[in-house]
């Protein structure tokens, strides 16, 4: 797949992912929602400064951002963004996070 149609499909998959609109990111990222369109249509190939301020606002690595995800990561997008929300998280919040997790699920069943 072209370079510029992987990134405008990856950007266009973590926004909806983020549940963020392209307002929503277009001011977390400090660009015009246009121009957001614009690169989610492959239509603009924008710098590296603005790839990674996209990436920044989606909270993902610029990597993400540029190659397909495994299968398996495909097969359950809330997990992984569950696991994205935690990495910056230290042990002891994690074990707290997932406490609550925990209770969450049994008021679910």
Known sequence: MDI???LAKRIREER???GFTLEKLAEAAGITPAYIAHIEAARKHPTLETISKIAFALNVPIS???SEPPISE???PAANKIIRL???KSTRQQNLILE???IACQLCD
């Open 74 to 76: 495909k097969a359950n």
């Open 64 to 66: 993400e951002l540029i």
């Open 4 to 6: 510029h149609k992987l």
């Open 16 to 18: 909806k992912l983020a």
């Open 86 to 88: 935690l990495k910056d």
């Open 100 to 102: 609550f997790v925990k």
